[in-house]
């Protein structure tokens, strides 16, 4: 009983750990850099032959002191079959609206990885946004990966720490001081 009970609990601690869909902040005060992570496993079907695949996403927020937050997003997708990379350009999908994001060179060939920046100008439009689809390309088929309910709310709350980060830094210029 105490064997059962100890694994119970050991299983506990380790699922409580998992960064798996949280939303992490980290402070790095030597490096003097803050980072606000979200690493998700995401459910996708290939647009094709109706597959589905493993696909993990992490959302990359790095804040260097005195300098405005960026964003990325990677995918890492996981298969045995192929041996393509991704094509370097996505599509995000807010509200049926297309928009198309470029991928940052990778010299990694080991992994099927691809980050792409996301543009400060979207942020706040992925935050409002009823419905997000990742449309990804390997080669060309197409993998549509589209956000649970619960998926998104961890996306949004991702995008609103990073923009409540940049406005404490970068306060907004008031109408009145505004130089054009």
């Given at each position: 009983?105490?064997?059962?009970?100890?694994?119970?609990?050991?299983?506990?601690?380790?699922?409580?750990?998992?960064?798996?869909?949280k939303?992490?902040?980290?402070?790095?005060?030597?490096?003097?850099?803050?980072?606000?992570?979200?690493?998700?496993?995401?459910?996708?079907?290939?647009?094709?032959?109706?597959?589905?695949?493993?696909?993990?996403?992490?959302?990359?927020?790095e804040?260097?002191s005195?300098?405005?937050?960026?964003?990325?997003?990677?995918?890492?997708?996981?298969?045995?079959?192929?041996s393509?990379?991704?094509?370097?350009?996505?599509?995000?999908?807010?509200?049926?609206?297309?928009i198309?994001?470029?991928?940052?060179?990778?010299?990694t060939?080991?992994?099927?990885?691809?980050?792409?920046?996301?543009?400060?100008?979207?942020?706040?439009?992925?935050?409002?946004?009823?419905?997000i689809?990742?449309?990804?390309?390997?080669g060309?088929?197409?993998?549509?990966?589209?956000?649970?309910?619960?998926?998104?709310?961890?996306?949004?709350?991702f995008?609103?720490?990073?923009?409540?980060?940049?406005?404490?830094?970068?306060?907004?210029v008031?109408?009145?001081?505004?130089?054009?």
């Amino acid at each position: 009983m105490k064997k059962i009970l100890f694994i119970l609990f050991a299983s506990l601690m380790l699922n409580s750990c998992s960064t798996i869909n949280k939303v992490v902040e980290v402070d790095d005060r030597n490096k003097q850099i803050k980072s606000i992570k979200l690493r998700q496993q995401l459910s996708s079907i290939e647009k094709n032959n109706h597959s589905s695949h493993n696909l993990t996403a992490i959302l990359i927020s790095e804040t260097k002191s005195g300098l405005k937050p960026d964003v990325k997003i990677a995918f890492q997708f996981k298969t045995g079959v192929r041996s393509e990379e991704f094509d370097s350009v996505m599509y995000f999908v807010l509200d049926q609206e297309q928009i198309k994001a470029v991928s940052i060179p990778n010299s990694t060939s080991q992994l099927m990885l691809r980050e792409f920046v996301v543009p400060e100008n979207l942020w706040v439009s992925i935050v409002h946004s009823k419905s997000i689809l990742y449309r990804l390309y390997i080669g060309h088929d197409g993998i549509d990966v589209e956000l649970t309910d619960s998926e998104m709310n961890k996306v949004r709350e991702f995008f609103n720490k990073v923009i409540q980060q940049r406005d404490a830094l970068f306060p907004p210029v008031p109408d009145g001081k505004m130089k054009w």
